[in-house]
Nanobody
Framework: QVQLAESGGGLVQSGGSLRLSCVFS????????MAWYRQAPGKEREWVAT???????NYVDSVKGRFTISRDNAKKTVYLQMNNLKAEDTAVYYC???????WGQGTLVTVSS
């Protein structure tokens, strides 16, 4: 059974930083692009960032310059470094392998203003 296990969420003050991690259970991790999504209270899930197999990244405009997605294929892990966090970044963050429909359970990030 494919599993994606996120960690690293928590409570942080505005302007602070967090790093999310997502460990993938299968060995074909390096064959696919990986992504982070988030869902804020009362809102629809939105795409945050993607990293391709050749380590190219893309971001939603609202996080550009603040968030960095990265991957370590040897560890089958994708990361999301979040700096200068804002209250509007509060959400449950999900990692995903979108092309195969695999999703993690999510980790809550709360930014206090």
């Amino acid at each position: 059974q494919v599993q994606l296990a996120e960690s690293g969420g928590g409570l942080v003050q505005s302007g602070g930083s967090l790093r999310l991690s997502c460990v993938f259970s299968e060995n074909f991790f390096d064959l696919y692009s990986m992504a982070w999504y988030r869902q804020a209270p009362g809102k629809e899930r939105e795409w945050v960032a993607t990293i391709t197999t050749d380590f190219k990244s893309n971001y939603v405009d609202s996080v550009k310059g603040r968030f960095t997605i990265s991957r370590d294929n040897a560890k089958k892990t994708v990361y999301l470094q979040m700096n200068n966090l804002k209250a509007e970044d509060t959400a449950v963050y999900y990692c995903a392998l979108p092309s195969r429909g695999y999703w993690g359970q999510g980790t809550l990030v709360t930014v206090s203003s």
